[in-house]
Nanobody, 109 residues
Framework: QVQLVESGGGLVQPGGSLRLSCAAS??????MGWYRQAPGKQRELVAN???????NYADSVKGRFTIFRDNAKNTVYLQMNSLKPEDTAVYYC?????WGQGTQVTVSS
């Protein structure tokens, strides 16, 4: 059974940075990514990266967030810079079709 362990969420001021990580047990996976869900909104894709390293980003985070993976560690990271209050949400790791438990990111002064 695949287990995903997320870490790195927290409270940060606008303009600050956070790095999320998600470690997956098991074999190397094809697609690893991050989604987020703000209160009252639908869950949305933030970014994903396939095994080759090709990436995909939501328009709202392009230029601010960077996703990368370490296949040897089965871990995906999301480096979040220039954070805005509208980035506040629960962030979920998704590895192929497996979901993490979510980690809260709050951007507030």
């Amino acid at each position: 059974q695949v287990q995903l362990v997320e870490s790195g969420g927290g409270l940060v001021q606008p303009g600050g940075s956070l790095r999320l990580s998600c470690a997956a047990s098991g074999s190397v996976f094809y697609t690893m990514g991050w989604y987020r869900q703000a209160p009252g909104k639908q869950r949305e894709l933030v970014a994903n990266v396939i095994k080759s390293g090709s990436t995909n980003y939501a328009d709202s985070v392009k230029g601010r967030f960077t996703i990368f993976r370490d296949n040897a560690k089965n871990t995906v990271y999301l480096q979040m810079n220039s954070l805005k209050p509208e980035d506040t949400a629960v962030y979920y790791c998704k590895v192929d079709y497996h979901w993490g438990q979510g980690t809260q990111v709050t951007v507030s002064s």
